[in-house]
């Protein structure tokens, strides 16, 4: 009786997880996104790449470690490519994400760390039996679970798990791995960390302090955190509840 309890809540689990499509929408830059409504929350279903703020104000690029340094020390916006080659994801610093000239595209909003809390909550009580995670990640692209460690200006892996990341994105939120720009331990130069294919962080437009924001990462589970502001990490954005 256990054994069919069992999978009849599982069977409703995966039902209650239906996709479903929002309206999508484009930036002030033409660029398409499409977006998912995940219980009473409209979420984009991919990275924001905008490169003006809402009133058509450039965002300053700073691609190179001085520039992006520049823009830390400054507290000033900046974004830089993950990949200038095939510059298919962008990264901001905390200060593009707080500047009152609006990051978001019109109508939408960058998350407070309470809307993030919300999106994993739901996915708590919706599915009981599996991490957070597996029901945000995409279904291909994600690697492996392991353990890396700081090894002079690089990161290394140390410990290879096994386990493979890659999720069933019922939500359809599609999250991929993305490289990060983290803040060097002498506080003199930003790193690109890459994501190994195995997190994604994102900013929330919560502050801590006025040069720390609260950020969202993506594992196994999506879980809260904190960060210099001079950091790069990537941008989702949500519409008001339904």
């Known amino acids: 009786m256990k054994k069919y309890l069992f999978l009849l809540i599982t069977i409703l689990s995966i039902q209650s997880f239906a996709q479903t499509l929002g309206s999508g929408f484009s930036d002030i830059d033409g660029n398409v996104y499409r977006s998912v409504i ?11 790449k905008v490169k003006h703020f809402q009133d058509g104000s450039p965002i300053t690029y700073a ?6 340094l520049i823009a830390a020390k400054n507290q000033s916006a900046a974004w830089c490519y993950v990949d200038t080659i095939l510059k298919d994801e962008v990264l901001y610093n905390w200060y593009a994400v707080n500047d009152p000239r609006g990051l ?3 109508d939408w909003f960058i998350p407070t760390s309470s809307d993030f ?3 994993n909550n739901y996915i708590a009580c919706i599915d009981v039996y ?6 945000l990640r995409d279904s291909i692209g994600w690697g492996q ?5 700081k090894c002079d200006s690089c990161y290394r892996r140390e410990v290879e798990i096994g386990l493979s990341l890659d999720g069933k994105n019922t939500t359809g939120f599609s999250a991929k791995p993305i490289d990060t720009r983290i803040i060097s331990e002498d506080r003199n130069s930003y790193l690109f960390l890459p994501s190994f294919n195995n997190h994604a962080i994102w900013w929330s437009i919560t502050s801590v302090m006025s040069d720390m924001g609260v950020t969202w990462e993506l594992q196994e589970e ?5 960060n210099d ?3 790069g990490f990537s941008i989702r954005c949500i519409k008001p509840k339904l």
């Open 38 to 48: 995940i219980d009473s929350q409209e979420w984009m279903a991919s990275n924001l």
């Open 229 to 231: 502001g001079g950091q």
């Open 117 to 119: 809390s919300a999106l």
């Open 145 to 149: 679970v392991f353990v890396y460690t």
């Open 63 to 68: 691609q190179s470690d001085k520039e992006w």
């Open 130 to 135: 599996s991490q957070s995670g597996t029901h």
């Open 222 to 226: 999506l879980v809260k955190g904190k």
């Open 104 to 106: 978001a595209p019109k």
